[in-house]
């Protein structure tokens, strides 16, 4: 029996690769530049024209090659060539397609057409999709449910090939947006600009009901709004003028897509064994994804055929002293594997950091004491017991807004009137959005002026910057107004000390949200008590995401939360979401107040199309005004990402634009491996002392077994 | 027997579709097709021609149970529910809503949950019922309350708090596992020993108290007397008789959770990174994904009838006296 005992340590030293007992990694990953990861949430998606969350694209920017990148360093975010020679030129036409000068006027121009051009010699990762037999014909385009037998993934195939990346693939790629089968976020956003793209979704359609077990090629099928030019030149036609297209050129939903691989895995079988694009992606950036196992771990590792790119020679100041610019030149990627691996949970996920088995990470709330300190001048520093471990910080201000939304339609907080203006006014003056960062974001946050947030084209910092509604400069630094003037407003409103004059009742003011539970109740308190300096009353009317969407899209509500991650680094991105015409009632917009206002989409109409000059920056600063006094949104806050890295990582900046960033880091893997050993030595003694505790154990129930049998 | 088997499987068809009558209605209480269409196609950009077509592509665009406008059977077999339930009684577990095989994705977490699961249940049993027979076996004596006390005071604190700390001592503090994580075949065997030790130490207290109590009521029978009398060890009246006489209350409480194991657990397997089918439902209620959650719902029920069928005939193995009929 005793054997039993001793089953567990003999299995446990004998899983021990030699190494550190605690290493959740094999053997063989020792002194290999590999950055270690983490995800919380498997993707969804991994198909270029589907994906859109970022989960999904943390995977998808490094393994496709869009048109066009942000530069990795400079700010603000600049978009450069990635898969191109250059930037993309634009030529202006009219309706009659005759061509117009580059300064026409955005009423002028009836379609813009943009012309791309693509770097030689960029080749697709090694896909069996390519793979060609003895004859060169391709090999695995007519499997059939006897070669598929033992085929659960990619890499069971044999063999594998590639070939190189033409103006037609990214050309089938946009075809694809419209593809009866695939769901894309943005079909029906590039439906209104690519020219004919709205008829092409009906004629794949038509296509496909009249062939429906056939491959549908969508080479077959000319798209007016995407055609290649050459082997290497393709062009793109929008409707009107339209200077936002160039970042969408930067997403994935522009990659290229080999009509191959496409082919490939719409032959029979392949679903079943969850072969499909949608998870094994087929792309020409600088990784590709080895090992996609979504509950335990994916890998990516370096494309063997990619070339061309090369770390950037120059960023913004401050980077060549913070040794961002000691590998500029070098050819990217400059690691050569990425492992991502599942921890859902902060604990383990934070403990493994610190242990050294994640080479950067987040904080969260329940960390951040042990990792960050602040000192007085409120400068935010890793502790010193993060700093005895080489830990560094780098801190920035996401391009993303968290807003609280007054409900347009609603007759109390709602509508145009002075009435509402000033009870709105005087509410944002009461919310106290300084101490929900302090208390509920550990500090990691700026209150938002607007909805613009810094390091996005039209956002002012300083006295320029403030909501003068809300906030006072005083002393170099903005100052929230006093409830006093808050009361005023409110009084002005209708509502002395919160009460109606009319009907003397308490003014009560009801918020739709999806927090629940005990995890929220702190800061729904919080709020209630912010309500409370104006003697209003706070009704949560908590509920589930389904009814809380259904309440939004049907006006239902009166005070929300909501939030928005920028999709590219223009003020149009923002300044949309209190666009008229996007409103979520009755059009099925963004703007999810329903705020309207007729001289704020005039200025938005005449903002959106113009390049970012001192012009632009004054309607934007018009709009703003616009925004501060009518008040549809209480403007919260942006959110500050901090991220430590170990002292072995090289090359990390925040971009907060860019997904594309793992090419450019660079891994020190020996002194990895040397920290690693320090610090996560197995501790022995508890081994031998319940050793022999468990010995004196037996050796005690023993002799009391005895005892009690000579007894009887 | 066979007949009653065969009776028992017949009996299990109803029950099968009441469980998937059920499920159906909560879940379409709670969500709408619209709801899981808008959960699968994200925040951003939704418009309700996107929705259209992803309910039309995954046949959500159907009456729920009846349809009116149907001539005949279509009436009944033209629904959301009956299309998505029928194939299930052939084991034909369909897609997920993100397109993903149902089957093959319970196929390749099954394995990590069992590498859990079974260690942990049969080193459970093997100490929980030997821990109770040594209690029994100092019946009374200070060494019986201590063991009771420590059943109690391990059975007063909670499961997560084993987990947590679990990881903080024998990770964290003294380096000896990894403290999440999981790798195939050898490799896997120093990520499931913490999992599995926290797994039998968080369920001793529980477990060995009700085995004690089960063995102190044999230890007053008769027959126990007659072994004493035979001048057997008290080891040996324990362990050969007291033991196979308390089998069919052990049993009833064993049998029918060991094909459960397959299920998994939510909570370990979400702290240790295993990539196994503990969380694969609860994820699925919250992206409203009816495949996934009707899969495994089904496949719960599937599993505990057979645990429970099991267990009527480990009865007939331990006591030679129950016949099935």
Redesign the interface.
Same mark, same amino acid.
């Given at each position: 029996m005793k054997w039993l005992f001793c089953l567990p340590l003999l299995l446990l030293l004998s899983a021990c690769d030699g190494g550190l007992w605690n290493n959740p990694y094999p053997a063989a990953d020792k002194g290999r530049p590999i950055y270690y990861s983490a995800f919380t949430e498997r993707p969804k998606h991994l198909d270029p024209a589907q994906a859109y969350s970022e989960n999904e694209y943390i995977f998808l920017a490094q393994i496709y090659q869009p048109p066009l990148q942000y530069h990795y360093l400079k700010r603000p975010y600049t978009l450069v060539p990635q898969a191109t020679s250059a930037m993309p030129v634009v030529h202006y036409l009219d309706k009659d397609n005759r061509p117009l000068p580059d300064d026409a006027p955005a009423g002028q121009v009836a379609f813009s057409v943009y012309e791309i051009h693509l770097r030689p010699n960029l080749r697709y990762q090694p896909h069996p999709a390519f793979a060609l037999d003895a004859q060169g014909k391709p090999e695995y385009q007519a499997l059939t449910a006897k070669d598929l037998r033992n085929i659960y993934a990619l890499n069971d195939f044999k063999h594998s090939g590639t070939r190189e990346v033409s103006a037609a693939d990214y050309v089938y790629q946009i075809k694809r947006l419209a593809h009866p089968d695939i769901h894309s976020p943005i079909a029906g956003l590039m439906a209104e600009y690519i020219v004919g793209l709205k008829d092409y979704a009906a004629m794949l359609q038509k296509a496909q009901k009249a062939h429906p077990a056939a491959f549908l090629n969508l080479h077959d099928y000319p798209l007016e709004g995407a055609q290649a030019v050459d082997e290497h030149t393709y062009r793109i036609k929008v409707y009107g003028k339209y200077p936002q297209f160039v970042y969408w050129l930067a997403m994935p939903f522009f990659a290229p897509m080999p009509v191959e691989a496409d082919r490939f895995y719409a032959q029979d079988g392949m679903r079943e064994k969850n072969l499909t694009l949608d998870w094994w992606p087929a792309g020409s950036g600088p990784y590709y994804l080895s090992e996609n196992n979504p509950n335990q771990r994916m890998v990516l590792t370096k494309n063997p055929n990619f070339s061309g790119e090369f770390y950037p020679a120059e960023g913004e100041a401050g980077d060549r002293e913070a040794g961002l610019l000691v590998d500029a030149g070098k050819p990217l990627p400059l690691i050569e594997q990425v492992v991502f691996s599942l921890d859902k949970e902060t604990i383990p996920y934070w403990n493994k950091f610190l242990q050294g088995y994640y080479d950067a990470s987040g904080i969260s709330s329940d960390s951040f004491d042990q990792a960050v300190q602040v000192n007085v001048g409120g400068e935010a520093n890793v502790t010193d017991e993060m700093n005895a471990q080489g830990i560094t910080l780098s801190t920035s201000v996401a391009t993303s807004t968290m807003y609280m939304g007054f409900n347009w339609l609603d007759p109390v907080v709602g509508g145009d009137s002075e009435r509402a203006r000033k009870l709105r006014r005087a509410i944002a003056i009461a919310i106290d959005f300084e101490e929900f960062i302090s208390i509920f974001a550990n500090g990691r946050g700026i209150a938002a002026q607007s909805p613009i947030p810094p390091g996005i084209f039209g956002y002012r910092d300083g006295e320029a910057g403030i909501n003068r509604y809300v906030y006072d400069w005083v002393n170099g630094a903005p100052k929230r107004k006093t409830i006093e003037e808050a009361r005023r407003f409110l009084a002005e409103a209708g509502y002395p000390n919160g009460l109606d004059e009319k009907t003397r009742q308490p003014l009560v003011i009801y918020l739709d949200t999806t927090a629940t539970g005990v995890g929220n109740k702190s800061r729904l308190d919080w709020l209630r008590k912010q309500f409370d300096k104006l003697n209003l009353q706070l009704v949560v009317r908590s509920t589930d995401y389904n009814r809380f969407q259904d309440k939004i899209r049907k006006g239902d509500t009166q005070l929300f939360y909501f939030g928005w991650n920028a999709d590219y680094p223009d003020p149009e991105n923002f300044l949309f979401l209190l666009h008229g015409a996007q409103a979520k009632v009755g059009k099925g917009g963004e703007n999810a107040a329903n705020y309207s206002n007729p001289e704020y989409d005039r200025l938005f109409e005449q903002m959106k199309n113009m390049p970012n000059n001192t012009a632009r920056q004054k309607i934007i600063d018009d709009m703003l005004e616009i925004l501060r006094r009518d008040s549809p949104w209480l403007w919260g806050h942006h959110p500050k990402d901090y991220v430590l890295r170990h002292s072995w990582l090289y090359n990390s900046k925040p971009n907060k634009m860019a997904n594309n960033n793992l090419k450019y880091l660079r891994i020190d893997a020996a002194q990895r491996d040397e920290l690693r050993k320090q610090w996560n030595q197995p501790v022995l003694w508890p081994l031998w002392l319940g050793g022999f505790a468990l010995a004196a154990f037996i050796w005690w129930f023993w002799r009391a077994l005895r005892q009690r049998e000579e007894a009887r | 027997m066979i007949a009653y088997l065969l009776r028992r499987i017949l009996y299990a068809i109803p029950i099968l579709i009441g469980v998937n009558l059920l499920t159906f209605a909560l879940f379409f209480v709670?969500?709408?097709p619209d709801?899981m269409a808008?959960?699968?196609?994200?925040i951003?950009?939704?418009?309700?021609?996107?929705i259209a077509?992803?309910k039309q592509?995954h046949g959500y665009d159907k009456p729920l149970l009846f349809d009116a406008r149907a001539e005949g059977a279509s009436k009944l077999t033209d629904t959301i529910f009956f299309e998505k339930s029928a194939s299930m009684f052939v084991f034909d577990f369909g897609?997920s809503d993100?397109?993903?095989?149902i089957a093959?994705?319970i196929q390749?977490?099954m394995m990590?949950s069992l590498a859990i699961a079974l260690p942990t249940f049969f080193v459970g049993l !093997?100490i929980y019922i030997t821990f109770a027979l040594?209690m029994t076996?100092?019946r009374a004596t200070a060494?019986d309350i201590a063991g009771v006390a420590l059943c109690v005071l391990l059975m007063s604190v909670s499961g997560l708090f084993y987990i947590?700390g679990g990881?903080f001592v024998a990770?964290?503090?003294?380096?000896?596992?990894?403290?999440?994580?999981?790798?195939g075949g050898?490799?896997s065997?120093?990520?499931v020993?913490l999992p599995?030790?926290i797994g039998v130490i968080g369920s001793v207290g529980a477990s060995s108290r009700w085995y004690r109590t089960i063995f102190l009521e044999e230890i007053g029978k008769d027959y126990v007397r007659t072994a004493r009398a035979k001048g057997l060890?008290?080891?040996r009246v324990l362990f050969r008789h007291v033991l196979k006489n308390a089998m069919i209350p052990i049993l009833t409480g064993v049998v029918v959770v060991i094909p459960l194991l397959f299920m998994g657990s939510l909570l370990t397997e979400? !702290?240790?990174?295993i990539?196994?089918l503990g969380?694969y439902t609860i994820?699925a209620i919250n992206?409203?994904d009816f495949g996934v959650v009707r899969a495994m719902v089904f496949l719960g029920s599937v599993l505990y009838i057979a645990g429970l069928i099991l267990t009527d005939i480990s009865y007939t193995i331990v006591d030679p006296r129950v016949r099935l009929q």
């Amino acid at each position: 029996m005793k054997w039993l005992f001793c089953l567990p340590l003999l299995l446990l030293l004998s899983a021990c690769d030699g190494g550190l007992w605690n290493n959740p990694y094999p053997a063989a990953d020792k002194g290999r530049p590999i950055y270690y990861s983490a995800f919380t949430e498997r993707p969804k998606h991994l198909d270029p024209a589907q994906a859109y969350s970022e989960n999904e694209y943390i995977f998808l920017a490094q393994i496709y090659q869009p048109p066009l990148q942000y530069h990795y360093l400079k700010r603000p975010y600049t978009l450069v060539p990635q898969a191109t020679s250059a930037m993309p030129v634009v030529h202006y036409l009219d309706k009659d397609n005759r061509p117009l000068p580059d300064d026409a006027p955005a009423g002028q121009v009836a379609f813009s057409v943009y012309e791309i051009h693509l770097r030689p010699n960029l080749r697709y990762q090694p896909h069996p999709a390519f793979a060609l037999d003895a004859q060169g014909k391709p090999e695995y385009q007519a499997l059939t449910a006897k070669d598929l037998r033992n085929i659960y993934a990619l890499n069971d195939f044999k063999h594998s090939g590639t070939r190189e990346v033409s103006a037609a693939d990214y050309v089938y790629q946009i075809k694809r947006l419209a593809h009866p089968d695939i769901h894309s976020p943005i079909a029906g956003l590039m439906a209104e600009y690519i020219v004919g793209l709205k008829d092409y979704a009906a004629m794949l359609q038509k296509a496909q009901k009249a062939h429906p077990a056939a491959f549908l090629n969508l080479h077959d099928y000319p798209l007016e709004g995407a055609q290649a030019v050459d082997e290497h030149t393709y062009r793109i036609k929008v409707y009107g003028k339209y200077p936002q297209f160039v970042y969408w050129l930067a997403m994935p939903f522009f990659a290229p897509m080999p009509v191959e691989a496409d082919r490939f895995y719409a032959q029979d079988g392949m679903r079943e064994k969850n072969l499909t694009l949608d998870w094994w992606p087929a792309g020409s950036g600088p990784y590709y994804l080895s090992e996609n196992n979504p509950n335990q771990r994916m890998v990516l590792t370096k494309n063997p055929n990619f070339s061309g790119e090369f770390y950037p020679a120059e960023g913004e100041a401050g980077d060549r002293e913070a040794g961002l610019l000691v590998d500029a030149g070098k050819p990217l990627p400059l690691i050569e594997q990425v492992v991502f691996s599942l921890d859902k949970e902060t604990i383990p996920y934070w403990n493994k950091f610190l242990q050294g088995y994640y080479d950067a990470s987040g904080i969260s709330s329940d960390s951040f004491d042990q990792a960050v300190q602040v000192n007085v001048g409120g400068e935010a520093n890793v502790t010193d017991e993060m700093n005895a471990q080489g830990i560094t910080l780098s801190t920035s201000v996401a391009t993303s807004t968290m807003y609280m939304g007054f409900n347009w339609l609603d007759p109390v907080v709602g509508g145009d009137s002075e009435r509402a203006r000033k009870l709105r006014r005087a509410i944002a003056i009461a919310i106290d959005f300084e101490e929900f960062i302090s208390i509920f974001a550990n500090g990691r946050g700026i209150a938002a002026q607007s909805p613009i947030p810094p390091g996005i084209f039209g956002y002012r910092d300083g006295e320029a910057g403030i909501n003068r509604y809300v906030y006072d400069w005083v002393n170099g630094a903005p100052k929230r107004k006093t409830i006093e003037e808050a009361r005023r407003f409110l009084a002005e409103a209708g509502y002395p000390n919160g009460l109606d004059e009319k009907t003397r009742q308490p003014l009560v003011i009801y918020l739709d949200t999806t927090a629940t539970g005990v995890g929220n109740k702190s800061r729904l308190d919080w709020l209630r008590k912010q309500f409370d300096k104006l003697n209003l009353q706070l009704v949560v009317r908590s509920t589930d995401y389904n009814r809380f969407q259904d309440k939004i899209r049907k006006g239902d509500t009166q005070l929300f939360y909501f939030g928005w991650n920028a999709d590219y680094p223009d003020p149009e991105n923002f300044l949309f979401l209190l666009h008229g015409a996007q409103a979520k009632v009755g059009k099925g917009g963004e703007n999810a107040a329903n705020y309207s206002n007729p001289e704020y989409d005039r200025l938005f109409e005449q903002m959106k199309n113009m390049p970012n000059n001192t012009a632009r920056q004054k309607i934007i600063d018009d709009m703003l005004e616009i925004l501060r006094r009518d008040s549809p949104w209480l403007w919260g806050h942006h959110p500050k990402d901090y991220v430590l890295r170990h002292s072995w990582l090289y090359n990390s900046k925040p971009n907060k634009m860019a997904n594309n960033n793992l090419k450019y880091l660079r891994i020190d893997a020996a002194q990895r491996d040397e920290l690693r050993k320090q610090w996560n030595q197995p501790v022995l003694w508890p081994l031998w002392l319940g050793g022999f505790a468990l010995a004196a154990f037996i050796w005690w129930f023993w002799r009391a077994l005895r005892q009690r049998e000579e007894a009887r | 027997m066979i007949a009653y088997l065969l009776r028992r499987i017949l009996y299990a068809i109803p029950i099968l579709i009441g469980v998937n009558l059920l499920t159906f209605a909560l879940f379409f209480v709670v969500n709408t097709p619209d709801d899981m269409a808008r959960m699968q196609l994200g925040i951003k950009r939704v418009t309700p021609e996107a929705i259209a077509k992803w309910k039309q592509q995954h046949g959500y665009d159907k009456p729920l149970l009846f349809d009116a406008r149907a001539e005949g059977a279509s009436k009944l077999t033209d629904t959301i529910f009956f299309e998505k339930s029928a194939s299930m009684f052939v084991f034909d577990f369909g897609y997920s809503d993100d397109g993903r095989n149902i089957a093959r994705e319970i196929q390749t977490r099954m394995m990590p949950s069992l590498a859990i699961a079974l260690p942990t249940f049969f080193v459970g049993l !093997f100490i929980y019922i030997t821990f109770a027979l040594l209690m029994t076996l100092f019946r009374a004596t200070a060494l019986d309350i201590a063991g009771v006390a420590l059943c109690v005071l391990l059975m007063s604190v909670s499961g997560l708090f084993y987990i947590i700390g679990g990881q903080f001592v024998a990770s964290k503090l003294w380096h000896w596992v990894p403290i999440s994580g999981y790798a195939g075949g050898m490799d896997s065997i120093k990520f499931v020993v913490l999992p599995i030790l926290i797994g039998v130490i968080g369920s001793v207290g529980a477990s060995s108290r009700w085995y004690r109590t089960i063995f102190l009521e044999e230890i007053g029978k008769d027959y126990v007397r007659t072994a004493r009398a035979k001048g057997l060890s008290e080891l040996r009246v324990l362990f050969r008789h007291v033991l196979k006489n308390a089998m069919i209350p052990i049993l009833t409480g064993v049998v029918v959770v060991i094909p459960l194991l397959f299920m998994g657990s939510l909570l370990t397997e979400s !702290f240790f990174g295993i990539p196994g089918l503990g969380s694969y439902t609860i994820d699925a209620i919250n992206a409203q994904d009816f495949g996934v959650v009707r899969a495994m719902v089904f496949l719960g029920s599937v599993l505990y009838i057979a645990g429970l069928i099991l267990t009527d005939i480990s009865y007939t193995i331990v006591d030679p006296r129950v016949r099935l009929q």
